[in-house]
């Protein structure tokens, strides 16, 4: 390789790096599947990330060192998305520890599959208190420090908007609540120049729904491109939603689904 073309390689990979520089990131349920993938990209990104947790603290760690590594603060912190009070502690936490919050990508979900007559209050109570009340208190606790530039993206559901198959009627309707609040914000929080978006991913391979796990092949049968995605390819969406690139989007009902939806 040439001296020139090994400056220009230089040039990109730090282009590359500096796209978030300076940004603190916080990604909620971020110990594993996409909220970990998302919370790796934004930091080699630039950004530094806070992740929260419930149950997987050794993973979280082990995202928030990784996060370290790379020369990026990266924290972990249990904060249980059910409870309101814990959600307002994180925000401010984060706000004291870092001096600034820049980017808030709402990912922690819970789901509850079945019939509905099946379907117990509390879990009911469970999926709306995480998937819906959560991610409003999120942003709302986040814009009282979130300046021009500033962005919130939440992790959706291909079932938002098509609900291929019976028992997923608490999810899908908890996935759908996240259109409305995607749009309201974006309206509300567009002249202030904070931007806000949803993905909905489709059949994504992770430990909870692996791509050789049961049912996997019916999902695999629902896309387009017949085949499961990778927590990689929701987090390099959030990743153009978090960047300048992203500046001019808000608003929007992104699909990294495989064409579930086509």
């Not at 947790?53 to 998305?81: C, F, H, N, P």
């Not at 980017?103 to 709306?128: K, M, S, T, Y």
């Not at 021009?148 to 609540?177: D, P, Q």
Request: hydrophobic letters at 45%.
């Amino acid at each position: 390789m040439s001296e020139n073309e090994t400056r220009s390689s230089n040039d990109m990979t730090m282009t590359k790096l500096a796209k978030l520089d300076g940004k603190v990131a916080l990604v909620t349920g971020g110990s594993r599947g996409m909220g970990a993938a998302t919370a790796l990209r934004l930091a080699e990104d630039g950004a530094d990330v806070v992740v929260t947790y419930l149950g997987s603290a050794e993973r979280a760690e082990e995202i928030a060192q990784k996060i370290t590594a790379m020369g990026r603060r990266g924290w972990a912190v249990r904060a249980d998305s059910a409870d309101p009070q814990e959600v307002r502690n994180v925000v401010a936490a984060v706000a004291e520890r870092f001096g600034r919050l820049d980017i808030l990508v709402n990912n922690a979900g819970v789901g509850a599959v079945g019939p509905i007559e099946d379907v117990a209050l509390e879990d009911v109570d469970r999926v709306l208190e995480v998937n819906v009340r959560a991610p409003y208190l999120f942003a709302q606790a986040a814009v009282a420090h979130l300046g021009e530039g500033g962005r919130i993206i939440t992790i959706g559901s291909c079932l938002a908007n098509r609900v291929a198959f019976a028992g997923a009627t608490l999810y899908a309707a908890s996935k759908a609540a996240t259109v409305g609040l995607t749009k309201g914000l974006a309206r509300e929080l567009g002249p202030r120049g904070i931007t806000v978006n949803v993905i909905h991913p489709g059949p994504i391979d992770t430990d909870m729904n692996p791509a050789d796990g049961p049912g996997a092949d019916f999902q695999r049968g629902l896309t387009a491109l017949g085949e499961f995605g990778s927590a990689a390819d929701v987090a390099a969406t959030v990743a153009h939603l978090a960047g300048e690139d992203g500046r001019y989007i808000t608003g929007a009902e992104i699909a990294v689904d495989g064409g579930v939806v086509a």
